[in-house]
């Protein structure tokens, strides 16, 4: 027989009849034999039997009217756009009919989907940078290869990422660069050079989400990328730092 | 049981006929055709209203809601793309759009807190009618009360299903989570009424 722990997050959706035959019979099984679950379900159901009783104040059909005048000129482009209070990019968020976790997870999960290889987005630098920053790879998680020859790319790219780095390093060593903890391995696998393009690439199978960079002074925004490298950094100069 | 099913089948029906109303509207509003936003308006406005009144507690903020909500499907309306249903899509926009106005509203408190010379100050009780100050003592001023007593999250999956009478799984698509997330949020807000209008409901 379940567990209360294991109903509890059930008992409310049985209530509501939202709950599978299956799942509905083993919520059921429990009841029988536990007091204190069922006291739970009927509460549930009081709860919600107020709630069904509950209306907010009504809203007059003139005030309708006056709010539907105002959308329709705010439409038609009369008088002056409406200043919102709330983030314009709400719009944007179109549901996706497909159940997932949860948004965050979806949006982690999309640069591990595999299809057609997308553009990679140009990394700008900005051209006041004194010297080049340093970007360090922290807590690199070897990941399981996916493609045959994938390899060939991460090698290429891994000899052609250690020559910039050698290079690009060099000034960067001739001033304090902040030591990584102790406990975490590091491994620097780009360096951003002060005008020229940012050349980041993995050394073997880096998952972007276990990236993390830090560079004081410098906000860096990873974009683009797949479960195998990282596509692109942005560097953009912390406001804080002028 | 048979009679049951037909009623389901008959409101199943209603609904997608609903559903496909709204998605020709939503066309015509794309081409621009202003009398489809006033039927969309007409259409779905008590439910936003709704929506946002049980987030915002208030009859005038909640319009406000409803107001921005329909001009970011205005300004939005050309990168809708028929994913999900308008009302699905509408009422996401109204529940995000009221939990950022609370946000605003609560910067508003603060800022009014530090400088006196706020030129519109915010709602008080005090600005309150005496039909609506009268109202307060009653059980819908108490559940409004303890609505906004219990965690935004919470409050936002109990009000989609249990006052706007939508299904866990719209609820989960409009808050983009999963069903299980749904049956937890609603579970424990409804709990955590249960502790805040202990007096109400014995």
Not at chain 2, 35 to 60: C, F, N, P, Q, T
Request: proline share 7%; net charge neutral.
């Amino acid at each position: 027989m379940a567990t209360c722990d294991e109903v509890k997050p059930m008992l409310g959706a049985l209530a509501d009849k939202e709950l599978s035959p299956l799942e509905a019979d083993a919520v059921a099984i429990h009841l029988e034999q536990c007091s204190r679950c069922r006291q739970i379900v009927r509460e549930q159901q009081r709860v919600q039997h107020v709630l069904d009783s509950f209306q907010p104040p009504p809203v007059a059909e003139g005030r309708w009217d006056q709010l539907g005048k105002r959308l329709r000129a705010e439409f038609e482009g009369k008088g002056t756009p409406a200043k919102l209070k709330t983030r314009t990019r709400i719009a944007s968020l179109e549901p996706t009919p497909m159940s997932v976790p949860s948004l965050r997870a979806e949006e982690m999960a999309a640069p591990f989907q595999r299809g057609p290889e997308p553009p990679r987005p140009m990394v700008r630098v900005p051209s006041t940078t004194a010297r080049p920053p340093a970007v360090r790879v922290m807590k690199v998680r070897p990941v399981r290869r996916r493609d045959g020859f994938a390899w060939v790319a991460h090698v290429v790219g891994a000899v052609a990422a250690t020559i910039i780095i050698a290079i690009a390093m060099v000034p960067a060593y001739l001033s304090p660069v902040p030591a990584a903890p102790p406990s975490a391995p590091v491994t620097t696998v780009a360096t951003v050079a002060p005008t020229g393009p940012i050349a980041l690439a993995g050394p073997e199978d880096v998952s972007i989400l276990d990236v993390e960079m830090t560079v004081p002074g410098y906000n860096l925004i990873v974009s683009g990328g797949d479960a195998d490298d990282v596509a692109a950094v942005l560097v953009v100069p912390s406001k804080g730092d002028g | 049981m048979v009679g049951g099913r037909r009623q389901g089948d008959a409101a199943d029906e209603a609904a997608e006929r609903e559903t496909r109303r709204d998605a020709a509207l939503v066309d015509h509003l794309k081409k621009g055709d202003a009398k489809a936003l006033d039927e969309l308006y007409r259409r779905h406005r008590e439910a936003a209203y709704g929506i946002a009144y049980r987030l915002v507690g208030s009859r005038e903020d909640a319009l406000e809601v409803v107001q921005e909500a329909f001009i970011h499907v205005m300004r939005g309306i050309q990168t809708f793309r028929g994913q999900s249903s308008f009302r699905t899509w509408l009422y996401r926009i109204v529940t995000h759009a009221a939990l950022d106005y609370r946000r605003w509203r609560a910067l508003r408190v603060v800022d009014s807190l530090d400088s006196d010379t706020s030129t519109e100050p915010v709602a008080q009780a005090s600005d309150r009618s005496p039909q609506e100050a009268a109202a307060d003592r009653d059980l819908g001023a108490a559940i409004d009360k303890a609505l906004s007593n219990i965690s935004e999250k919470n409050r936002a999956a109990l009000i989609l299903f249990a006052i706007e009478g939508m299904p866990y799984k719209e609820v989960a698509d409009v808050l983009g989570i999963s069903i299980g997330t749904v049956m937890s949020r609603i579970f424990n807000a409804r709990q955590r009424l249960r502790e805040l209008l202990a007096t109400e409901i014995g």
